[in-house]
C-alpha cells in the first residue's frame, strides 16, 4: 500500500530539459520497484522507465534510452525521471508506478499516481 504523487511537469520546448518527482507515502519505499509511464491523447499507456528497489538496475523504452533516466532516493521516499532533449513527441501525461516485486519490468504495477502533463513544444 503506497501513495505515489507525481510533480514537475509542464510546459517546454523541444531540446528542453524536464525533472518530474514522484513523493510516496509511508517507510516501505525501499520495497518496491519503480516505473514511469506516459500516455498521450487517444494512445494507449506505454512503459517509459523502471528500477530495482535500490536503483542500481533500470530499464529503459527504446524510445528514450540515452535522453531519459530514472533514479531514486529511498531516504526521500521520492523517485525521478529526468527528461534532457525532449521531442514533441514526448508530451503526453506521466504517471509514477510501484510494484512489489524484484525485477523490474514494464508491467505488472500495482499502485499509479495521478499523473503530470509534459507538453513539447516545437
Known amino acids: 500500500q503506497v501513495q505515489l504523487v507525481e510533480s514537475g511537469g509542464g510546459l517546454v520546448q523541444a531540446g528542453g530539459s524536464l525533472r518530474l518527482s514522484c513523493a510516496a507515502s509511508?517507510?516501505?519505499?525501499?520495497?518496491?520497484?519503480m516505473g514511469w509511464f506516459r500516455q498521450a491523447p487517444g494512445k494507449e499507456r506505454e512503459f517509459v522507465a523502471a528500477?530495482?528497489?535500490?536503483?542500481?538496475?533500470?530499464s529503459y523504452a527504446d524510445s528514450v534510452k540515452g535522453r531519459f533516466t530514472i533514479s531514486r532516493d529511498n531516504v526521500k521516499n521520492t523517485v525521478y525521471l529526468q527528461m534532457n532533449s525532449l521531442k514533441p513527441e514526448d508530451t503526453a501525461i506521466y504517471y509514477c508506478?510501484?510494484?512489489?516485486?524484484?525485477?523490474?519490468?514494464?508491467?505488472?504495477?500495482?499502485?499509479w499516481g495521478q499523473g503530470t502533463q509534459v507538453a513539447v513544444s516545437s
Open positions: 528500477c530495482d528497489r535500490r536503483g542500481t538496475s533500470t
Open positions: 508506478a510501484a510494484k512489489v516485486g524484484l525485477q523490474i519490468t514494464s508491467a505488472g504495477y500495482d499502485y
Open positions: 509511508g517507510r516501505t519505499f525501499g520495497n518496491y520497484v
